[in-house]
Nanobody, 119 residues
Framework: QLQLVESGGGLVQPGGSLRLSCSAS????????IGWFRQAPGKEREGVSC????????NYADSVKGRFTISRNNAKNTVTLPMNSLKPEHTAVYYC????????????WGQGTQVTVSS
């Protein structure tokens, strides 16, 4: 059964950190790029970061550059996204998703994990 499962979300104060993880099963993980997306209340879903199938190429939305760092472990079928210096505007549901390459619309999606940045 194909699954993408996010974890690591929660409530954090402004300036704090969280580490999101995405665990995959049921498909050939190292054939796929993995992206993180987020959707804030009342807003459209947007791309946050993406890592190529080999892990050799990464990209980030301008709003998170220098704060978030994406990485993957193909032996463990996981992708992590440490998030530092969080701001209230980072509050959203964060999703991981698998695509053949980062520039394409993802084929598989996780259920999402809530990140709330508030004092």
């Amino acid at each position: 059964q194909l699954q993408l499962v996010e974890s690591g979300g929660g409530l954090v104060q402004p300036g704090g950190s969280l580490r999101l993880s995405c665990s995959a099963s049921g498909f050939t993980f190292d054939y796929y790029a993995i992206g993180w997306f987020r959707q804030a209340p009342g807003k459209e879903r947007e791309g946050v970061s993406c890592i190529s199938s080999s892990g050799g190429t990464t990209n980030y939305a301008d709003s998170v550059k220098g704060r978030f760092t994406i990485s993957r472990n193909n032996a463990k079928n996981t992708v992590t996204l440490p998030m530092n210096s969080l701001k209230p505007e980072h509050t959203a549901v964060y999703y991981c998703a698998a695509a053949r390459v980062c520039s394409r619309t993802p084929t598989y999606w996780g259920q999402g994990t809530q990140v709330t940045v508030s004092s």
